[in-house]
């Protein structure tokens, strides 16, 4: 293990250095030239840096795609077999079973298909909501962007209470008024990932609401000024002034609000642990990796998933990309 | 769109200008619309806040009422008790003070080491840089996330999970941030050379340029870094939980406090109260660094996105 760490991390530095000579040797023809100490204190300057990212960034991107075709069992590093494809066919055999995979991706499924509209829609409607020049708005702000402040572990326990099964917890009680019978709304199959859904935008649209409005504030006051000179109506300025300024801001919140979501996990670990009806996948792949141990398990449901959701970021960008 | 009429400045837009009376009918309705939404999105923090101060008969009594939203004034003698038994029984100020204690490392040793980087790739010349710059775009675009289990693998077995070498396992992958050094290299390159001469002219050396000169000619970037540090580090659940063992009996715990959140939680005869003064104490430091560093993290925003 250490042994294979020190061999890539020499044939990285071989690769590395060759490239770095051949890059020297280029640019002599160039009026740049290398000075021999300078570049010596640039490269021990860089080292902390190189070692930590090789280590702790690179390393675990180029062993999370090597461990997806072995046996690795995180108890016994020293007996690692390649197995070639057989974590990928587990995987899709897992799925086709309907197990506990199948459900982890249906769930993922439903709170990206949740929350991504629902957050932008929330954040956006803020946005365009605190965008006039009045008084008060500021506490407005604050006060849509104070649940970002509280951590998402805070945010879950929090709700657990909200949600709490008895009959004091606040939601419960609220509709007790109403005379309904006390829910227990996070085992409930039907409204558990509703409810994680409902939460997670709560959480985060506060902080999509901010680059919204940071990108409502690059359009120019002028094209409103011209729109309302043609008699356009609020709508209608919405649509050709607002939007296409808005657009740039929209594929980059889309794009980001759209890798977060696949990548829930928190909430469901805190709040419902590992249940049929909230697993999602990074939950699966965590549970799979770290709590039964399987890493080249594991890391093959996260390859999958790697390329699967760096697959749609890609597709996504270009269906938003301007004519 | 009312202050677009306004900022018409010459000119005349008779119909706008002057408060009639269905323009107070619609500001009063704005205003209306805008406290309601707070309250929607305050509600729950109102209600973990109102509700540390509650004892449990207390907390029962006000389910279904508006007190649920208000603290505890009916007993205002013991309204501070669960803090109070938090911070005694359950060690929350332990927990804290790691966190802490981390986020201060973490702080200092990610501006060194992203620093240093940012400025090699900004200001230098060396053999190499061209590939340099290519692995930090590489790595700011590749997802990193899924590769938390070969992680905890490596340095599990590189450190072993001994109390000090997990501490290490806290520190130093957090200490390192591509994105970090981009950001670093985007505010060194518009350093003017000027400075850095005149410094050489002195005879400083290359690192002693990068400390007196340089970084206290950064401190907007070096806040905003050290903010986002700390958040990040005060703020993170899954890894800390994943690499520290639980302490001994009578040991000084190793957990941050987010980590520890799930321990307190699930101590036996904890109240709903006592779990709610926990996580306002657990929030406290981040509205805090909020508040006060508002300035830098509006920053970092903007800087986010440049991410794309």
């Keep these: 293990m250490t042994v294979s760490t020190l061999i890539i991390f020499g044939v990285f530095a071989a690769v590395f250095l060759g490239l770095a000579i051949w890059d020297a040797a280029a640019s002599k023809k160039k009026i740049v030239k290398y000075k021999l ?30 461990y997806a075709f072995t046996d690795y069992y995180l108890l016994t590093p020293n007996d690692i077999k390649f197995i070639g494809f057989d974590n990928f066919k587990n995987v899709f055999k897992e799925i086709g079973e309907k197990g506990t995979l199948y459900r982890a991706i249906i769930n993922t499924v439903i709170f990206v298909v949740g929350v991504v509209p629902l957050q932008i829609g929330m954040a956006l409607g803020l946005a365009l909501f605190t965008n006039r020049k009045v008084r ?35 939601l419960n009680s609220l509709f007790g008024l109403f005379g309904a019978k006390p829910h227990d709304w996070l085992r409930d199959p039907n409204t558990a990932m509703l409810w994680i859904i409902i939460l997670s935008a709560w959480q985060g649209c506060g902080y999509q609401m901010l680059i919204f409005t940071s990108g409502l504030s690059n359009i120019r006051d002028d094209l409103y000024e011209a729109a309302s000179l043609d008699g356009a109506n609020a ?20 794009i980001t609000v759209f890798i977060g979501a696949c990548r829930i996990m928190t909430q469901p670990m805190l709040m419902t642990g590992y249940q ?22 594991s890391s093959a449901v996260a390859l999958i998933m790697t390329v699967v959701i760096g697959t749609i970021t890609l597709i996504q960008r270009r269906a938003f990309r301007e004519k | 769109m009312k202050k677009k009429f306004m900022q018409v400045d010459g000119r005349e837009i008779p119909l706008n200008n002057r408060l009639t009376g269905k323009k107070i009918t619609r500001e009063v309705i704005y205003y209306i619309c805008g406290v309601i939404l707070s309250m929607l999105f305050l509600f729950p923090i109102l209600y973990m806040i109102a509700t540390s101060t509650k004892s449990e008969a ?37 927990y ?24 090699v790739m900004a200001k230098m010349h060396f053999p190499g840089k061209r ?27 590189m450190l072993g999970l001994k109390k000090t070498a997990s501490v290490l396992g806290i520190i130093l992958p957090a200490s390192i941030s591509i994105f970090n050094v981009f950001l670093f290299m985007q505010f060194f390159s518009s350093i003017p050379k000027e400075y850095e001469e005149a410094a050489r002219l002195d005879g400083s050396s290359t690192i002693g340029i990068f400390f007196k000169v340089v970084l206290p000619l950064s401190k907007p970037i070096v806040a905003t870094v050290a903010v986002f540090c700390f958040i990040g580090v005060w703020n993170d659940y899954l890894w800390p939980s994943m690499i520290l063992p639980q302490a001994g009996e009578g040991e000084w715990p190793l957990m941050p406090i987010q980590a520890a959140l799930t321990t307190i939680q699930s101590m036996e005869g904890i109240t709903t109260g006592e779990i709610m003064a926990s996580l306002v104490i657990t929030s406290i430091p981040i509205f805090i660094i909020y508040v006060a560093a508002q300035k830098y993290i509006v920053q970092g925003f903007g800087s986010a996105g440049l991410k794309m």
């Excluded at chain 1, 009806?277 to 890493?295: A, I």
């Design chain 1, 37 to 66: 100490r300078s570049s010596a204190t640039a490269y021990l300057m860089l080292l902390p840096a190189v070692l930590l990212a090789f280590l702790f960034i690179l390393l675990p991107i180029l062993y999370s795609l090597g």
């Design chain 1, 136 to 170: 008060g708005v500021k506490i407005f702000k604050v006060c849509f962007f104070a649940p970002v402040v509280i951590s998402l572990s805070v945010t879950s326990f929090l709700w657990l209470q909200i949600l709490s099964p008895s009959e004091t917890g606040l």
């Design chain 1, 235 to 254: 709508w209608q300025k919405f649509r050709t002034v607002t939007w296409p300024g808005l657009r740039s801001t929209f594929v980059y919140i889309i």
């Design chain 1, 276 to 297: 049929d009806h909230t697993v999602t996948l990074s939950y699966y792949m965590y549970t799979q990796g770290y709590s039964y141990r399987w890493v080249g398990y």
């Design chain 2, 58 to 94: 207390s907390y029962a009594a006000d389910a279904g009422t508006v007190a649920m939203f208000l603290p505890d004034f009916a007993h205002l003698g013991t309204m501070f008790d669960n803090y109070g038994s938090v911070l005694a029984n359950y060690n929350i100020w332990k």
């Design chain 2, 96 to 119: 804290a003070l790691n966190s802490f204690a981390y986020a201060l490392i973490v702080i200092v040793l990610n501006i060194l080491v992203n620093g240093l980087a940012g400025y």
């Design chain 2, 131 to 157: 590939l340099f710059s290519a692995l930090i775009i590489f790595l700011i675009i590749v997802p990193v996330e899924t590769s938390i289990i070969p992680l905890y693998s490596i340095v599990k077995i």
